[in-house]
């Protein structure tokens, strides 16, 4: 091989290599599955700016619309596990008794009848918390059919010092189970 071909070929590897182009994109919401509305199975969103992507297998995105004793139940949710043993996170969202889902923006607050809420779980019971009427969220459902349901969320919760939670940029697109 001769030396002149043996230098371009050196040079071509080093600036295919350059470090400058960075792969992590400046926003970090522009890391996260896009808002999609054809039931892809994905689910993301920032938690205190940073990507949560759900784990697959056992910690999957699922959700489910189902009439159970005598009440419409909403139930997505997703988890990630965090290292070994019971470590995970796992964002929810949910309403109790809410028959006639739409395509519009609820309002998340206390967990009660006929309300939307949304909950933050760190680890097996480390921390379990959730909106509330002083400390409410935002669930927009834009596409909701007999299989589908897709939207985004943001949310800000509490931990046991008081210390804030924010949950932003969130989106699904689930088929659910009914």
Request: hydrophobic share 30%; proline share 5%; charged share 20%.
């Given at each position: 091989m001769s030396k002149c071909l043996f230098f371009t070929l050196l040079l071509a590897l080093a600036?295919?290599?350059?470090?400058?182009?960075?792969?992590?994109?400046?926003?970090?919401?522009?890391a996260l599955p896009p808002a999609t509305q054809t039931g892809e199975g994905t689910f993301g969103c920032l938690i205190d700016g940073k990507p949560?992507?759900?784990?697959?297998?056992?910690?999957?995105?699922?959700?489910?619309?189902?009439?159970?004793?005598g009440?419409?139940?909403?139930?997505?949710?997703?988890?990630?596990k965090t290292g070994?043993?019971?470590?995970?996170?796992?964002?929810?969202?949910?309403?109790?008794?809410?028959?006639g889902?739409?395509?519009?923006?609820?309002?998340?607050?206390?967990?009660?009848?006929?309300?939307l809420h949304g909950r933050y779980l760190l680890g097996g019971g480390t921390l379990q918390t959730g909106t509330?009427?002083?400390?409410?969220?935002?669930?927009?459902i834009t596409h909701f059919t007999d299989e589908i349901?897709?939207?985004?969320?943001?949310?800000?919760?509490?931990?046991?010092d008081g210390k804030e939670?924010?949950?932003t940029d969130g989106r699904f697109d689930l088929k659910y189970t009914n």
């Open positions: 600036t295919a290599c350059n470090n400058d182009d960075n792969s992590t994109p400046e926003n970090p919401a522009d949560f992507f759900p784990s697959r297998g056992q910690h999957r995105p699922s959700a489910f619309y189902q009439f159970v004793r009440a419409y139940t909403l139930g997505i949710s997703a988890s990630r070994s043993g019971e470590n995970f996170v796992s964002i929810g969202l949910g309403a109790l008794d809410i028959e889902l739409e395509e519009t923006t609820y309002l998340l607050d206390k967990r009660n009848s006929g309300s509330t009427d002083e400390n409410p969220g935002t669930l927009t349901v897709s939207g985004t969320f943001a949310f800000t919760v509490l931990d046991k939670i924010k949950i």
